[in-house]
């Protein structure tokens, strides 16, 4: 069975400009969440999307939008990059248990010069 | 609001030293908590789900318990393989997952 894929696994982008990143989730996980991970902030709650619908936000600026696809796979999009967006972007697809594991993938570093 | 600690922020064993990590965590209402080993660059890999107090679970030399405040990930007689940052995590009634800051553990032959 496939993981979670994301892609690209590494950018490099500069101020100003605008990012999209993409993640396929395990087959038949309906739900996708994405967080941002960063040394000094940890692991952050960008958004959940489930069956193309935002469940849930987390608190991050406008600048940071997602979207999801009927077929699950889902994009998260950052606009008018600033220097503290460099991060490890992490896609993860939640399992069918009762509580709902996470499964990540392998995660997007993007640097912002 | 729900928060997630852990300790300590980094622990340094030797090969075949056993020790614990410690997760204390505050939730309104536990779904499930949590346990991760993410190695360097790359995403957290699930380990175990624990759902109600005094549930254990076990996997190679870790062993992940829980009680009504906080969840302990033993590891026993360590390998260098073992050593990676070990993320504790919480998702309560209100859906979000909450994570902690991790553990970073390392392993010397």
């Known amino acids: 069975k496939a993981g979670v894929t994301q892609t690209p696994r590494y950018l490099i982008k500069t101020r100003g400009q605008q990012v999209t990143l993409s993640c396929s989730p395990i087959?038949?996980?309906?739900?996708v969440s994405w967080y941002q991970q960063t040394p000094g902030q940890g692991l952050q709650f960008l958004f959940e999307?489930?069956?193309?619908?935002?469940?849930n936000k987390g608190n991050f600026p406008g600048r940071f939008s997602g979207r999801q696809f009927s077929n699950s796979r889902s994009e998260m999009n950052v606009s008018t990059l600033e220097l503290g967006d460099s991060a490890l972007y992490l896609c993860?697809?939640?399992?069918?248990?009762?509580?709902?594991?996470?499964?990540f993938g392998e995660g997007s570093r993007l640097t912002v010069l | 609001e729900d928060q997630v600690t852990q300790s300590p922020e980094a622990l340094r064993l030797q090969e075949g030293e056993s020790s614990s990590l410690n997760c204390s965590y505050t939730v309104s209402g536990l779904r499930g908590l949590f346990w991760y080993r993410q190695d360097p660059g790359k995403g957290p890999e699930f380990l175990f789900t624990l759902y109600s107090a005094g549930e254990e679970k076990e996997k190679e030399r870790l062993k992940a318990t829980l009680t009504k405040k906080e969840s302990f990930l033993h590891i026993t007689a360590p390998k260098p393989e073992d050593s990676a940052t070990y993320l504790c995590a919480v998702r309560g009634y209100g859906q979000n997952f909450v994570f902690g800051p991790g553990t970073r553990l390392s392993v010397l032959p």
């Open positions: 999307y489930f069956s193309e619908t935002q469940r």
């Open positions: 087959s038949g996980h309906r739900s």
């Open positions: 993860a697809s939640m399992g069918q248990d009762r509580a709902g594991e996470l499964f």
